[in-house]
């Protein structure tokens, strides 16, 4: 199983309990007979270390993909680099 978790932005530092619930019968609420598993863990929240703002790049400028490969026409929504810097190109 694979998922991403987005922290809050006004997420307190240090550490904080964190319940995953993950159901297979489709029931969400509460009171609920959900089937599944819970997991109860500890996350710690950090000061951001990687890219922390994204520009969006218009598909004229010069944009090379994660691997330095120039990109003459985006394929895809994603990460690439325009003009040095990291940048979020979304395509319709």
């Known amino acids: ?47 951001p270390t990687g890219v922390v703002t994204v520009n969006k790049a218009q598909p004229t400028a010069t944009t090379f993909d994660l691997t330095g490969r120039r990109v003459e026409t985006p394929a895809a929504t994603g990460l690439y680099i325009r003009n040095g810097v990291p940048t979020l190109l979304q395509r319709p």
Do not use: I, K, Y
């Open 1 to 47: 199983m694979q998922t991403t978790v987005t922290v809050p932005t006004d997420a307190v530092l240090g550490s904080s309990r964190m319940r995953l619930r993950v159901t297979l019968n489709g029931l969400t609420d509460a009171d609920d007979e959900t089937a599944g598993l819970v997991f109860d863990g500890v996350v710690n929240v950090v000061e």
